[in-house]
């Protein structure tokens, strides 16, 4: 294995044979691979980039590194996976809708990358869940739930796992060739039929322009299409945070109100209705968008999704009541401050980064690969693009836990908002539909 013979291909940018991507993945589950190695190839891999075939074999790569699934269920095998955002929790509420619509959702989904939240991190807020399941148990909460959120254990695309963690050390998050092999392995390891994509473009993501990211959605859907995956991809608006929290026991807070079809988490219900309806239709399970639109929202109204993400949560070691009551397991945060606005106007823009780095701050994101977060910092209340703001108005709430914590994350928070004399125009949730 000439791994330093690899890397200097990618350099000079001379595409690799099948048999080295193969080479390098295996050696990265063997060990063979070292972390500077590791680290130099994601680095050239996100400057130079990778051509179409060398994407396709390095995805098959890293999801032949591990153990791949088949299932025999009395329904789609299906899932959605988002290049992730602030405040985007919609795997929480989507995976229990789609399941209350006969489908069958076994979905690994990630902890957190740069300043985005994970999934993972979220749902561990609640006491008792577990992330990691043996094979048993997985397919268990998948055939008798019809739905699971776990983590990609040592079977599923193991190449990934190692590179993934990397990733997020190194700068190299935001590349689309890593990005389009590391959501993809995952997703095709675990046997689906048919996936949505949800591609988020803004501040808050960790794509802001618009042709990165349609050149990713058309990477991803290319690449799962031609590894036989009817696969589709949705372009969505991350200019702000998509639920009214950011943070990790506050977002399942903001999912809970989904599910129990309250108000007040417009946003979230919004990409969560689009999701589900074009996926619907996309597995067969309704004719057109309408009918997936209200199969969505008749889920929420009868509380069909909401039990089933209760069992869900019970089936993977959660509480058993902790749908009916969160308050008694979702850790609070020691310290709540007010952050007001310094300015009077219409709120026009918001710096979703500056978001997400404050939750770094809080403690609710990593700054190390290692660090173990406090799940019960983040804000919540957040005041949306286009409401009027007075001096003194709350623009959102500080979760801490310490003073000093909020002071600094104030000085991050400071530069995040705009105002103008005029109403902003409406950006649309949806900006494009990638098959």
């Not at 060990?31 to 980039?49: K, L, R």
């Not at 949705?234 to 079809?261: C, H, I, P, Q, Y």
Request: proline share 4%.
């Amino acid at each position: 294995m000439n791994i330093p013979a690899i890397l200097i291909k990618v350099r000079e940018r001379i595409q690799l044979e099948p048999n080295e991507i193969q080479e390098f993945t295996t050696g990265l589950v063997s060990g063979e691979v070292s972390d500077a190695q590791a680290s130099a190839f994601a680095m050239a891999v996100c400057i130079n980039g990778l051509s179409e075939t060398e994407r396709v074999e390095l995805t098959l790569a890293m999801r032949d590194s591990g153990r791949a699934r088949t299932w025999n269920l009395p329904g789609p095998v299906i899932d959605k996976h988002s290049t992730g955002g602030i405040g985007d929790n919609v795997s929480l509420v989507l995976a229990p809708i789609l399941a209350a619509c006969g489908a069958f959702i076994p979905m690994v989904s990630g902890r957190g990358l740069g300043h985005t939240g994970g999934t993972l991190d979220k749902l561990e807020s609640i006491p008792g869940y577990q992330t990691q399941l043996s094979d048993e148990q997985f397919e268990k909460v998948v055939r008798e739930v019809g739905c699971s959120i776990v983590g990609a254990g040592p079977g599923i695309a193991p190449a990934d796992k190692r590179l993934y963690s990397i990733r997020d050390l190194t700068g190299t998050v935001e590349s689309i060739d890593l990005v389009t092999s590391s959501i993809l392995s995952k997703k095709l390891a675990v046997g689906l039929e048919s996936l949505i994509l949800d591609v988020k473009v803004g501040s808050g993501s960790f794509i802001s322009d618009l042709k990165q990211a349609e050149d990713l959605a058309r990477s991803l859907v290319s690449v799962s299409n031609g590894a036989g995956c009817r696969t589709i991809a949705l372009l969505t608006d991350m200019n702000e945070s998509l639920a009214s929290s950011a943070g990790n026991a506050l977002e399942v807070w903001s999912a809970l109100r989904v599910l129990k079809n309250e108000p007040g988490e417009a946003r979230l219900l919004g990409v969560t209705l689009a999701l589900g309806a074009n996926l619907l239709v996309h597995a067969g399970l309704c004719r057109e968008l309408k009918e997936g639109e209200n199969r969505v929202l008749e889920k929420l109204s009868n509380g069909e999704a909401a039990d089933r993400f209760s069992r869900m949560v019970s089936g993977q070691g959660g509480p058993a009541d902790f749908l009916e009551s969160p308050e008694k397991y979702l850790p609070p945060a020691k310290e709540i401050f007010e952050f007001p606005a310094r300015k009077s106007g219409f709120l026009s823009r918001v710096n979703g980064r500056a978001l997400g780095q404050a939750v770094i701050e809080l403690g609710g994101g990593r700054k190390k690969s290692d660090q173990v977060l406090d799940l019960s910092v983040g804000m919540d209340q957040f005041m949306r693009i286009g409401e009027k703001v007075e001096v003194g108005d709350t623009l959102l709430r500080i979760h801490s836990s310490s003073v000093g914590k909020i002071r600094s994350t104030e000085k991050i928070l400071s530069e995040a908002f705009e105002f103008s004399e005029q109403s902003p125009v409406e950006s649309p949730l949806i900006l494009k539909t990638f098959d």
